[in-house]
């Protein structure tokens, strides 16, 4: 065991899948002898050498519909997008290409890829660096999405992601790169795509959320002294509705967080799964605690935006008095 | 004849005064007037200072990242200069010594890496597009705003600038595509800085200059030496002269370097050699000038510091500019949405710290009896 960022329990996902199969190789802009802006690829690039951890022109179109062209050819591309803010070039490859190529062909192509991402606010970055989009990708058909909340969850997901045989976005929350350290195995271990961890356990009440945002609901459960049960749900999509559905049934209760705008964002396709499976149940509305319905502002109004365990504290009582 | 020739071309490169001190009378005696001279020299110091107090205030804690201009500053600010007042001036990151040329307030600039959209707040006379952040986007907003004064039959053209790694994204090709196809006069300024973080120039474009890929879209195209503000006023005058008589577009590579770290964020040590640092310290577009006004009796010590103390005095108070405006409110990043608020935004905006959910408060804490 070591006591890991998640930037380094990223890499060592990394090295380890690297060193087992020859098919992992990685691309994108200043991933190589940078080691990426964030240092998540630090040292791969000597350890690997410049055709595997590759370098490439500054085209996040490039980057995603190479990527495609090398998964179809029988490799596991990890390509990385420097920031989320830049996924819109590769959008179309994403969505039009990566997510459907399987379906298209009824199987005949498939895109086993793993595009890694740093995601969200809360790291005094410039514009286009602070977003949280994941929703626009769970609501891509075709694609699998996951966001770690922790290091040793962010090393097992990723090797979930990088054996998959289909697209996997995988969300870095920048906020959390560094943070926290947390023991971390040595040895490879896979966590299963599609299910979630219960970070605490309660009886009054559910929180749902993921990401860099599980921090701020752990700080708000604290402040509320309540019984709580927090529920990370590691992958967006496929999502765990098990858990959520156990644990809503229990506390009747829920409160959803995360940093991306309300409007459209993926709690209101929880709270309506709760509704189709829990209405008899419910104690109180599902409540989100959400981003605002604006721009992402810069970074001397961030903390304005993103929820904090103020507001998630707030959401925590109010759910509780109803 | 089976084979012939289809096309055989060259690629012009302009150098008018090299690191050197060498000075090309034929293409550089009377381009540029002495006072003009003197007062683009005080144009590129400003801005070198500007970017050593920024520097400074990333790290202290004062501002957020930020990109440093150091060495490409006589690019924009040749562009600046030759183009008239109206005509657009669309950037992304490295051009603050020709934004601060046109008008623009200087703090705005510090405001905006300060986090603060207010930077962005440009009065629209002064015909400049804020900071673009994505890479190459910006190219085809100034063919489209070259394409509406040709609409409008006005004489306005529009100058672009990016960098060595926008000449691989999909943006740079079809902006240029676009201009050349429909005819627009907007001049497209490529400042080649050698390297796009930690990437280097030939893994954006293996061809020997950048100014070629022009060619594959009929332009017109030229390379200059983007260190030698003579030789960007030079390449200038032929583009907006191109684009204003023709209508058409035109491009430029400014070849230069980036002296500094991609931004504050990055450390170049980590993939470039110092050795090549210092080759272009050697080349540096504000010494040879320096050194230039003052063979020519233009410039002396005293007067180089009375200007080192007045760019010193200038640079605290576009500091204290930035630093000295209130704190903004965090209905700010709410009223400018949209021209008109919708109703569920409004009730965001006024409930954002009453309520957990950007709700009405009074549903939450005069509930109903529970139900279930």
Redesign the interface.
Known sequence: MANLTLVQAINLALVQEMEKDDRVILLGEDVGLNGGVFRVTEGLQKRFGADRVVDTPLAESGIIGTAIGLAMGGLRPVPEIQFEGFLGPAYDQICSHAARMRTRTRGGLTVPLTIRVPVGGGIHAPELHSDSPEAIYIHTPGLKVVMPSSPYDAKGLLIACLRDPDPCIFFEPKRIYRAFREEVPEDEYVLPIGKARTVCEGEEMTIVSWGASVVQCMQAIEKSGRSIELIDLRTLYPFDMDAVETSVKKTGRCVIVHEAPKTGGFGGEIAARIMERCFLHLEAPVQRVAGFDTIMPYYKLELDYLPDADRIAKAIDETAAY | MPITTALSTEIKRISILDEHGQFDESLGKGLIPDADLVRLYEDMALCRKLDEVAFKLQRSGRM??YPQNMGQEANSLGAAYVLNQDDWLVTCYRENCGLFHRGLPPEKILL??????RGNHIDPNLCVTP?A???GTQMLHATGLAWASKYRKESRIACTFFGD??T????FHEAMNFAANLDIPVVFFCQNNHW????PGR??CSAPTVAQRALAYGMDTIQCDGNDIFAVVHCMKEATAHAREHGRPYFIEGVTYRLGDHTT??DAR??RDEEEVELWRQRDPITRVREFMKARGLWDDSKEAALAEKVETETAAIVQRAEGIE??D?S???TS?FAELPE??QL??RT?RT????EDPSQ??T?EP?R?
């Open positions: 957020g990242t905006h890496w300060m986090g603060d959209e900071i952040v994505p890479i790694g926008a691989s994204e999909g943006d796009a973080i930690s990437v893994i954006q964020a990055d980590r993939y704190a903004p965090s700010d990043f709410f949405m569920d935004l965001q905006m954002r309520s957990s959910i950007g939450i804490t509930p529970a279930g």
